[in-house]
Protein backbone atom coordinates (compact mmCIF):
# COMPACT_ATOMS: atom_id res chain seq x y z
CA UNK A 1 0.00 0.00 0.00
CA UNK A 2 1.33 3.23 -1.20
CA UNK A 3 0.29 6.63 1.08
CA UNK A 4 0.45 9.52 -0.82
CA UNK A 5 0.39 13.15 1.13
CA UNK A 6 1.03 16.71 -0.23
CA UNK A 7 1.29 19.72 1.32
CA UNK A 8 2.38 23.49 0.02
CA UNK A 9 -1.21 24.74 -0.26
CA UNK A 10 -2.52 27.56 0.95
CA UNK A 11 -4.51 31.20 0.64
CA UNK A 12 -2.48 33.56 -2.15
CA UNK A 13 -3.95 36.71 -4.04
CA UNK A 14 -4.48 36.26 -7.67
CA UNK A 15 -0.71 36.64 -9.74
CA UNK A 16 0.53 34.62 -6.58
CA UNK A 17 2.84 31.38 -6.84
CA UNK A 18 2.40 28.23 -4.35
CA UNK A 19 4.27 25.15 -4.94
CA UNK A 20 2.77 21.96 -4.24
CA UNK A 21 4.92 18.78 -3.09
CA UNK A 22 3.93 15.12 -3.56
CA UNK A 23 5.73 12.22 -1.45
CA UNK A 24 5.49 8.97 -1.30
CA UNK A 25 5.73 6.42 1.35
CA UNK A 26 4.53 2.80 1.76
CA UNK A 27 8.04 0.65 1.01
CA UNK A 28 7.42 0.24 -2.34
CA UNK A 29 10.19 0.21 -5.17
CA UNK A 30 8.63 0.61 -7.95
CA UNK A 31 8.79 3.94 -9.64
CA UNK A 32 5.46 5.12 -10.61
CA UNK A 33 3.96 7.66 -13.13
CA UNK A 34 2.50 11.14 -10.87
CA UNK A 35 -0.52 12.77 -11.79
CA UNK A 36 -1.88 15.89 -10.36
CA UNK A 37 -6.07 16.77 -10.17
CA UNK A 38 -8.15 18.92 -8.98
CA UNK A 39 -11.71 19.79 -7.54
CA UNK A 40 -13.28 22.76 -7.71
CA UNK A 41 -16.14 23.90 -5.26
CA UNK A 42 -18.83 21.71 -6.66
CA UNK A 43 -17.16 20.24 -9.60
CA UNK A 44 -15.48 17.48 -10.70
CA UNK A 45 -12.32 16.59 -9.89
CA UNK A 46 -10.25 17.01 -12.96
CA UNK A 47 -6.51 16.75 -14.42
CA UNK A 48 -4.11 18.97 -14.09
CA UNK A 49 -0.52 17.67 -14.99
CA UNK A 50 1.06 14.38 -15.40
CA UNK A 51 4.43 13.52 -15.21
CA UNK A 52 5.67 10.21 -16.37
CA UNK A 53 7.59 7.83 -14.43
CA UNK A 54 11.57 8.86 -15.49
CA UNK A 55 10.08 12.61 -16.21
CA UNK A 56 10.53 12.39 -19.96
CA UNK A 57 7.41 13.38 -20.83
CA UNK A 58 4.74 15.84 -19.21
CA UNK A 59 0.74 16.94 -19.56
CA UNK A 60 -1.05 19.24 -18.42
CA UNK A 61 -4.76 20.93 -18.84
CA UNK A 62 -5.38 23.83 -21.36
CA UNK A 63 -6.23 25.97 -18.55
CA UNK A 64 -2.98 25.96 -16.82
CA UNK A 65 -0.53 25.30 -19.68
CA UNK A 66 2.32 28.16 -19.41
CA UNK A 67 2.02 29.06 -15.79
CA UNK A 68 1.97 25.52 -14.24
CA UNK A 69 4.90 23.11 -14.03
CA UNK A 70 5.45 19.53 -12.71
CA UNK A 71 8.74 18.04 -12.01
CA UNK A 72 9.76 14.97 -9.96
CA UNK A 73 12.42 14.02 -8.38
CA UNK A 74 14.76 11.61 -10.29
CA UNK A 75 14.01 8.19 -8.80
CA UNK A 76 12.13 8.70 -6.66
CA UNK A 77 8.12 8.94 -6.17
CA UNK A 78 8.27 12.67 -5.23
CA UNK A 79 6.85 15.37 -6.87
CA UNK A 80 5.90 18.86 -7.44
CA UNK A 81 3.76 21.28 -8.85
CA UNK A 82 4.72 24.53 -9.43
CA UNK A 83 1.78 27.16 -9.97
CA UNK A 84 2.42 30.91 -11.28
CA UNK A 85 0.32 33.64 -11.79
CA UNK A 86 -2.80 31.70 -9.96
CA UNK A 87 -6.12 32.40 -10.78
CA UNK A 88 -9.39 32.63 -8.65
CA UNK A 89 -10.67 29.96 -10.73
CA UNK A 90 -7.31 27.58 -9.62
CA UNK A 91 -9.21 27.68 -6.09
CA UNK A 92 -9.28 23.95 -5.17
CA UNK A 93 -8.48 21.31 -3.89
CA UNK A 94 -5.49 19.86 -5.15
CA UNK A 95 -4.47 16.20 -5.27
CA UNK A 96 -1.62 14.01 -6.16
CA UNK A 97 -1.91 10.23 -7.27
CA UNK A 98 0.47 7.75 -8.83
CA UNK A 99 -0.01 4.72 -11.71
CA UNK A 100 1.97 1.84 -12.32
CA UNK A 101 0.82 0.10 -15.51
CA UNK A 102 -0.34 1.02 -18.61
CA UNK A 103 1.19 3.84 -21.50
CA UNK A 104 1.46 7.20 -19.58
CA UNK A 105 1.00 8.77 -23.03
CA UNK A 106 -2.39 8.17 -23.55
CA UNK A 107 -3.73 7.66 -19.75
CA UNK A 108 -1.87 10.46 -17.95
CA UNK A 109 -5.86 12.04 -17.44
CA UNK A 110 -7.84 9.36 -17.39
CA UNK A 111 -8.57 8.90 -13.03
CA UNK A 112 -9.20 5.48 -13.02
CA UNK A 113 -5.92 4.29 -14.13
CA UNK A 114 -4.73 5.79 -10.88
CA UNK A 115 -4.08 3.69 -8.10
CA UNK A 116 -2.84 5.73 -5.16
CA UNK A 117 -4.48 9.10 -4.41
CA UNK A 118 -3.63 11.68 -1.64
CA UNK A 119 -6.19 13.66 0.94
CA UNK A 120 -5.59 17.17 -0.97
CA UNK A 121 -4.21 20.32 0.02
CA UNK A 122 -6.50 23.00 -0.58
CA UNK A 123 -5.58 26.16 -2.88
CA UNK A 124 -7.25 29.32 -2.51
CA UNK A 125 -6.36 32.06 -4.76
CA UNK A 126 -7.88 35.70 -3.70
CA UNK A 127 -9.03 38.24 -6.38
Known amino acids: QVQLVESGGGLVQAGGSLRLSCAASGGTSRIYHIGWFRRAPGKERNFVAG????????YYADSVKGRFTISRDSGKNTAYLQMNNLKPEDTAVYYCAVFWSGLFTSEYAREGKYNYWGQGTQVTVSS
Open 51 to 58: ISRIGDNT
